[in-house]
């Protein structure tokens, strides 16, 4: 059984809300320390290191915000190609016209959470699998259109103009900080978001959506705020992508293999947690570069990998550990804590 | 004239997009799978048929009679183990194992066929030859039989589903699967008959598709997933006819569009599709069919 309960609410004598099983202090502190440590990473690893892991950060923001729409909000959504295409043409149209990238970066984020205003409009009419396919014909619409205007590179893409100013090396390191940042911006964003009412609507809904809906939960409004935050998180990706391969190709940055990474990593790390993403990306990445020259295997594979756990381990590999040590390192939900010990510890994945 | 051709042509497409629809349709109608490996499936058939045809030398038309029936064999395996356990756990995981799958597909046919393209039949006259009315209007002999394949495979599905003891056992199955259990039908084996239908369908889509273009790994998501959904959307969720003729609609749409200039082909057809799910989300048949 669930609790939810704003801690607000007067309690009784012994019972007490908190938000996890134990004391999570030290995971801020954890946290604060690995980001701090990957920020010094340009001074102290070979340049080869950072590329890698500025994939790393495109992967695990992807899937942080997949996991947001799939894992929170129950949108499945088969199209976030187009934001990361999307991002990436924000960068270049701002870069042909003499902006820095690094600088058209969070424009571009912003840009995209705009565009998924209207794109909203378009799909919300249609639920769950429908869905899924409607974002898809979305992106290769959007792709369409972007192949039309030769300015832009048609249906061959652009180098991105702008970066010829930095040495190598300092490229290297400007773009893995940006990468850091986007990463660390858009997980803090969504553990905030997810601690607050959003979280708290969006919980409701995946328990029981008509009693949330009777009891003035805005579930529209949960669910084109999710949409919006995924838009720009997957557009900062886009952009940072842009910068990273140092040119636009359409086929290339709105190719649905972007939402088949985010959605297996997500999946394989465990859906619904903020865990998840990131165990799923650490997987992602040892297959991504063991299987490196043997083409399209690893996408194969981390398919197979991620039928398996839909099927047989619904809540993924971090569902697998908190199982065994009850532990949530960024903990999202509320708990009850009797005068007896502790609540049962609430049900996870969504249902549909 | 030029015009009344392009309308033509759009018309006759359209049935191979209500034949890329209808397995979807049904799959959706039946199941309620929305069965996101449909048009990788799609190419799966294809590809088999090509190989039958070149290790067996079976005559190209008669090829579907060997792989229809592989591929309902393969929709009611897939059907009882993969699809059902997803259902079994929920709509979520349909779509991730589906989603998955699709995946799955694409890149092992890259993988192991390479990105080059195959055609299916592309020197035989059925292919090449078209009925010429004056001199701008020139009718694809091969687009007339896919059309009148659709038109087919619509009726026997509305014959089979409205008027065979299986056809009941499926409309009841979809009504309510607790019920038709409780009466004596497994549903189960039921949703697998209805599954081997839908890939039956999915076999004679794969093999017209190859006919009319070329097969390669990624056509099963860019082209007949993507069109198949068009096709269902502007027709009409659930309704057979109307996928008929939301597939009619995407058919001309593409071809109006091809005619303006010829880039501008599949942008017009989802930008129809568009249009169709702003002003009416229900698609253009109110009329609900039985799915």
Request: net charge positive.
């Amino acid at each position: 059984m669930s609790v939810v309960a704003e801690p607000s609410t007067r309690p009784s004598e012994g019972f007490r809300v908190t938000r996890s099983r134990r004391n999570v202090a030290w995971t801020g502190a954890g946290a604060l320390i690995v980001v701090v440590v990957l920020a010094m990473f340009p001074f102290i690893v070979y340049s080869g290191t950072t590329t890698i892991l500025v994939q790393a950060f495109i992967v695990l923001t992807l899937a942080s915000m997949w996991n947001l729409l799939a894992g929170y909000a129950g949108l499945v959504s088969v199209g976030q190609q187009a934001f990361v295409g999307l991002g990436a043409y924000f960068v270049l149209i701002l870069a042909i016209n003499g902006i820095s990238p690094f600088a058209a970066l969070p424009v571009a984020a912003v840009g995209c959470g705009v565009v998924a205003l209207p794109l909203w409009w378009l799909v919300s009419r249609l639920r769950s699998g429908y869905f899924a396919i409607a974002t898809w014909v979305l992106a290769a619409t959007i792709m369409l259109v972007i192949e039309r205007f030769s300015s832009i590179g048609g249906g061959t893409g652009l180098p991105l103009p702008g970066l010829a100013g930095f040495s190598p090396n300092l490229l290297t390191a400007y773009t893995y900080w940006a990468g850091l940042a986007v990463t660390v911006v858009s997980m803090v964003a969504i553990y905030v978001l997810l601690r607050g009412r959003l979280g708290l609507v969006l919980t409701a809904v995946r328990d029981d959506e008509v009693a949330a809906r009777s009891s003035g939960a805005r579930v529209g409004l949960a669910r084109l705020l999710v949409f919006v935050v995924a838009g720009a998180g997957c557009g900062a990706a886009g952009a940072l992508l842009a910068i990273s391969q140092l040119q636009v190709q359409p086929s290339a940055v709105f190719s649905v293999q972007w939402t088949a990474e985010m959605a297996f990593a997500t999946i394989i790390g465990g859906l619904g947690t903020i865990e998840g993403p990131i165990v799923g990306t650490i997987v992602y990445m040892v297959l991504q570069q063991t299987l490196a020259s043997y083409n399209a295997w690893y996408l194969i594979i981390l398919g197979l990998v991620a039928m398996g756990v839909a099927l047989f381990a619904r809540r993924g590999l971090w569902g697998l550990v908190d199982e065994h040590v009850n532990l949530r390192l960024f903990p999202v939900g509320y708990y009850l804590r009797t005068p007896s010990g502790m609540g049962a510890p609430r049900p996870r994945v969504p249902s549909d | 004239m030029a015009w009344v051709n392009a309308i033509i042509q759009g018309v006759l497409t359209g049935g191979l997009y209500a034949l890329f629809a209808c397995g979807l349709s049904l799959m959706f109608g039946v199941m309620k799978v929305v069965n996101l490996a449909h048009g990788d499936l799609a190419v799966v058939a294809g590809y088999v048929a090509v190989g039958i045809i070149a290790v067996t030398h079976v005559p190209v038309l008669w090829s579907f009679l060997i792989v229809v029936p592989i591929m309902a064999v393969a929709g009611y395996a897939l059907q009882r183990t993969l699809i059902q356990s997803s259902l079994d756990r929920s709509v979520l995981t349909t779509l991730i194992v589906t989603f998955g799958l699709s995946v799955v597909i694409e890149n092992a046919l890259l993988q192991f066929f390479t990105a080059n393209t195959r055609g299916i039949g592309a020197n035989l006259g059925l292919v090449q030859d078209s009925f010429n009315l004056g001199s701008q209007i020139q009718i694809g002999q091969l687009l007339v039989v896919i059309f009148a394949v659709a038109v087919v495979v619509l009726l026997g599905l509305q014959y089979f589903l409205s008027a065979s003891k299986y056809g009941r056992l499926i409309r009841a199955s979809a009504d309510d699967k607790e019920a038709a259990q409780l009466s004596g039908a497994d549903y189960r084996h039921v949703f697998g008959i209805a599954a081997a239908l839908a890939f039956g369908t999915v076999a004679l889509a794969g093999i017209a598709y190859g006919m009319y273009s070329q097969l390669d790994p990624t056509a099963g998501t860019d082209t007949i997933l993507l069109f198949a959904f068009a096709a269902v959307v502007i027709g009409g969720l659930g309704s057979l006819w109307g996928t008929l003729l939301g597939g009619i609609v995407l058919g001309v749409a593409q071809q109006i569009g091809a005619q303006i200039n010829i880039s501008y082909e599949v942008l017009a057809g989802y930008l129809v599709f568009l249009l169709v799910l702003v002003l009416r989300p229900e698609g253009i048949t109110t009329r609900r069919a039985q799915s």
